[in-house]
Antibody, heavy 120, light 108 residues
Framework: QVQLQESGPGLVKPSQTLSLTCTVSGGSISIGGYHWSWIRQHPGKGLEWIGS???????YYNPSLKSRVIISVDTSKNQFSLMMNSVTAADTAVYYC????????????WGQGTMVTVSS | EIVLTQSPATLSLSPGERATLSCRASQSVSSYLAWYQQKPGQAPRLLIYDASNRATGIPARFSGSGSGTDFTLTISSLEPEDFAVYYCQQCSDWPLLTFGGGTKVEIK
């Protein structure tokens, strides 16, 4: 059973860089047929897709966040990561990582989510 | 960018009743639409993909239909554990994805 787990600081100062890692267990991130995504949810609000990556390193980003986001993959550690720069209070949210199988074109496995607060 | 509009925002029903949730896309997404359920404090759970295919382990009372721009998620008979928020997601531009604003199904 594949499991995903987000990790990273829960508090980030304004203008700094938010960095999160998703560790995949129970399966290899290098198996073809999946994209690996980051999705966030502002408090009390809906879901926002941030971007995704293939194990080869190909990336896809939400156009509204593209200028501030980098998603990377480390196949040796079975992890993928999110970096978002120049954060503001508007980036305060729960951040989820997820697995997207090609055959579903949807996110079938999710991490539990991690709350990130942007505040001085 | 494809915009998804979900209606109603809130649906008040009793256990055993039928729930019908709507998702409308600003342009055709073919059948590339997914539905998720989210309960408080939990990650979303995939219910339906490709408009009508149930994900693994999803009960048969959940069904999806539609194509093009209009989609429906139907819960045939609400169980107590079905009261939650439901989101649709377009996958036509996959891997670029967008979500609808959500429908809350609450106990009447």
């Amino acid at each position: 059973q594949v499991q995903l787990q987000e990790s990273g600081p829960g508090l980030v100062k304004p203008s700094q860089t938010l960095s999160l890692t998703c560790t995949v267990s129970g399966g290899s991130i290098s198996i073809g047929g999946y994209h690996w995504s980051w999705i966030r949810q502002h408090p009390g609000k809906g879901l926002e897709w941030i971007g995704s990556i293939y194990y080869s390193g190909s990336t896809y980003y939400n156009p509204s966040l593209k200028s501030r986001v980098i998603i990377s993959v480390d196949t040796s550690k079975n992890q993928f990561s999110l970096m978002m720069n120049s954060v503001t209070a508007a980036d305060t949210a729960v951040y989820y990582c997820a697995r997207d199988p090609y055959i579903m074109r949807a996110s079938d496995m999710w991490g539990q989510g991690t709350m990130v607060t942007v505040s001085s | 960018e494809i915009v998804l509009t979900q209606s109603p925002a809130t649906l008040s029903l009793s256990p055993g009743e039928r729930a019908t949730l709507s998702c409308r896309a600003s342009q055709s997404v073919s059948s590339y639409l997914a539905w998720y359920q989210q309960k408080p404090g939990q990650a979303p759970r995939l219910l339906i993909y490709d408009a009508s295919n149930r994900a693994t382990g999803i009960p048969a009372r959940f069904s999806g239909s539609g194509s093009g721009t209009d989609f429906t998620l139907t819960i045939s008979s609400l169980e107590p554990e079905d009261f939650a928020v439901y989101y649709c997601q377009q996958c036509s531009d996959w891997p670029l994805l967008t979500f609808g604003g959500g429908t809350k199904v609450e106990i009447k």
